[in-house]
């Protein structure tokens, strides 16, 4: 079955410089969510997008953008990064009208230097 | 808001044996779902169990099971016959039922080990 494909899976950057990480969500499935993992940490959710539509919010700092295109792919935009912006990145999916499970991405795995 | 609970950062099991992870949480709705997510070494966010709160029946996947009281906001899972692979960081998740507010907020985790 088709799983949730995040990319890159690595990705090492310098403080101040910019990421971009994709999410493509299992077929079929409508919205997505943003998780992001620091170290020891449990997942702490960023934000969500629903049939293209940003769905709800949380606590996703203002240097971070989202937005899911038609093809319903997502891409979390982070700007200015900072040290503490390390973390694992997670996506989800889930179908609105299914058994309401979101489903995780392998996750992209952030280094700031 | 919501918040999870679980009390319980380390447990250990022998193999083959049963052992319970605990979670509470606290809510003012009436409807939610519940998940037990396992996160093995890779980091991979797996779907053990979920609970619908309107559902009074314990969920059950083959050897992890639940025990939901939902007076009390509690929310146990139940692994039997522990094998070398439960082993990882077990999250409770809590979801609300209303529409535009389907985040997961998690517990701390609790991380299980599997002795041989």
């Known amino acids: 079955a088709a799983g949730v494909i995040q990319s890159p899976r690595h990705l090492i950057k310098e403080k101040r410089e910019t990421a971009t990480l994709k999410c493509y969500p299992i077929p079929r499935h409508d919205t997505v969510y943003w998780y992001q993992q620091g170290p020891g940490q449990d997942p702490q959710f960023l934000i969500s997008f629903y049939e293209k539509m940003q769905s709800d919010k949380g606590s996703i700092p203002d240097r971070f953008s989202a937005q899911q295109f038609s093809d319903y792919h997502s891409e979390l935009n982070m700007s200015s990064l900072e040290l503490g912006d390390s973390a694992l990145y997670f996506c989800?999916?889930?179908?609105?009208?299914?058994?309401?499970?979101?489903?995780f991405g392998p996750g992209t795995r952030l280094t700031v230097l | 808001a919501q918040t999870v609970t679980q009390s319980q950062p380390e447990m250990s099991v022998q193999e083959a044996e049963t052992v319970t992870l605990s979670c509470t949480y606290d809510t003012s709705e009436s409807d939610y779902y519940l998940f037990w997510y396992k996160q093995p070494p890779s980091r991979q966010m797996i779907l053990v169990i979920r609970q619908e709160a309107y559902k009074q029946q314990n969920a059950t996947e083959n050897r992890f099971s639940v025990n939901f009281q939902k007076a009390a906001k509690s929310f146990s899972l139940k692994i039997s016959d522990s094998q070398l692979g439960d082993a990882a960081m077990y999250f409770c998740a809590y979801r609300s039922s209303n529409f535009g507010n389907e985040k997961l907020t998690f517990g701390t985790g609790t991380r299980l080990t599997i002795i041989p």
């Open positions: 989800a999916s889930s179908l609105s009208t299914g058994g309401h499970e979101q489903f």
